[in-house]
């Protein structure tokens, strides 16, 4: 049995159809990893996740804007995917497809989709794969990487289009890990996504091929990789790591998911340490990918090199009183992602950073091909001013608008908004992506 093809044994039912307590949760943790329900850490198991999720508690626990839908199709890429669709009572809409980042789910795109299907289009946004109660990719950390590289991703969402009967996307917006898959997707297929919104992760482009050498022209100049960087970190006073080799590590899972202050607290105190409401989020620009200037980010990207991630941010914990106020992430809503990773762990969401890295040998092989393409349909990129996303990899940014994207329509940094912009600020980022597809109607009108 994999770790989610589980007996109906009663006991989410005990936990409860409206909300999935966190007290319920971490007392149910034992009950769970002996029936199966919790990810085994065997090595090098194959488990593919297969199992329905008919029996668990509807998504979202009631907190899901009226209007929107949860459902899985299935025969996606290999995979059974679940999505949030709004905007699907009127057929022929064109399509707008969400792609979320990690730690999320397509749950993070609920305080939009609503704005867009008012517009007047079909808006989906997937648990993608390795995420939520999307199942058929193997749960184990030994698995086999290959689907989750970048241009499986990519066939993941075309299989998706496909399977709802469109030929063509009107826009894709992706967000932190989502970003890349949306702008390759843009960048491979122009005559499927027509449009495209890159939020927080800058897009900089596919890797160079040295380019007339034989005439004399220098090899570009290799950027530095994450390991050396560790090694660089590592030296700092006090010792650093880079987030991106931590997540790589088979220790990750375990950290998170079995968090000393509990999930429900380390999803908290991890969302508002990204946030615009910790008053340390200052980001500005590097001036290059160096130890020194890298430890200028906070904890949860250049960690302390002797503490997990549960540890970097338990001393972010905000108080009871922000807590109880804060609009924007409820106790509800954070409640809902300690719901679905307490369900699934992390291992799955983790595997891209295993393979999608410029420097992992088969990705770098896989995507120098593109080497020279651009996005050339029309793009966008929005991230909050509080957001350290903008500047993590140093002049990323400036390659996405000088050369990456050759016909971006608009630099969007939005104040009060951290990490999370499309949770943080719902209205500007609906506006935005709203104004932003229709001066793409507005233009096919006047051709």
């Not at 409206?18 to 329900?37: I, K």
């Not at 091929?209 to 530095?224: H, R, S």
Request: aromatic residues 10%; neutral net charge.
């Amino acid at each position: 049995m994999s770790a989610l093809e589980y007996p109906d044994n009663g006991i989410m039912g005990s936990i409860g159809t409206e909300s999935v307590s966190r007290r319920g949760l971490l007392a149910a943790a034992p009950m769970f990893a002996a029936g199966g329900l919790a990810l085994m850490q065997a090595p090098a198991r194959a488990a593919i996740v297969r199992a329905g999720t008919a029996n668990l508690p509807p998504y979202g626990n009631g907190t899901i804007p009226a209007g929107i839908r949860s459902r899985v199709i299935d025969n996606v890429n290999g995979l059974s995917m679940h999505v949030l669709e709004a905007g699907f009572e009127t057929p022929g809409r064109p399509l707008v497809l969400l792609l979320h980042g990690f730690p999320e789910l397509a749950y993070s795109w609920r305080k939009v989709m609503m704005p867009l299907a008012a517009a007047g289009y079909q808006v989906i946004a997937p648990d993608q794969r390795g995420f939520g109660r999307t199942t058929g990719w193997d749960d184990s950390y030994d698995a086999d990487p290959d689907p989750f590289r970048m241009l499986n991703m990519v066939r993941d969402v075309m299989a998706l289009v496909y399977a709802l009967g469109h030929r063509s996307v009107a826009l894709v917006a992706g967000h932190d890990a989502g970003s890349p898959v949306a702008s390759w997707a843009a960048l491979i297929r122009p005559d499927v996504f027509r449009s495209v919104t890159i939020m927080s992760s800058p897009f900089d482009g596919p890797p160079s091929l040295p380019f007339d050498t034989v005439n004399g022209a220098a090899a570009p100049t290799p950027a530095i990789t994450d390991d050396r960087l560790d090694i660089e970190l590592a030296k700092l006073d006090p010792p650093r790591k880079y987030y991106q080799n931590y997540y790589r590590t088979r220790d990750a899972n375990d950290d998170m998911l079995h968090a000393p202050q509990g999930l429900h607290d380390f999803f908290r105190a991890y969302y508002f340490y990204k946030s615009a409401d910790y008053d340390g989020n200052k980001p500005h620009p590097l001036k290059a990918r160096t130890a020194e200037e890298m430890a200028q980010i906070p904890h949860y990207y250049v960690m302390l090199k002797d503490r997990g991630m549960a540890e970097n941010v338990a001393p972010m914990m905000p108080p009871a009183d922000y807590i109880a106020k804060c609009k924007w992430l409820t106790e509800a809503e954070v409640e809902v992602y300690a719901g679905e990773y307490g369900r699934t762990g992390f291992t799955g969401a983790l595997q891209g950073y295993r393979v999608r890295r410029g420097s992992d040998p088969k990705s770098l092989a896989e995507l120098i091909t593109f080497s020279g393409r651009t996005i050339d349909v029309p793009s966008m990129y929005i991230a909050g001013k509080s957001d350290w996303g903008v500047y993590q990899t140093p002049g990323a940014v400036e390659k996405m608008q000088s050369t990456a994207c050759t016909r971006m329509a608009g630099f969007h940094l939005l104040d009060g908004a951290g990490h999370w912009v499309q949770q943080e600020q719902p209205k500007q980022v609906s506006a935005l992506l709203v104004g932003f597809l229709e001066s793409q109607a507005a233009g096919h009108k006047n051709l």
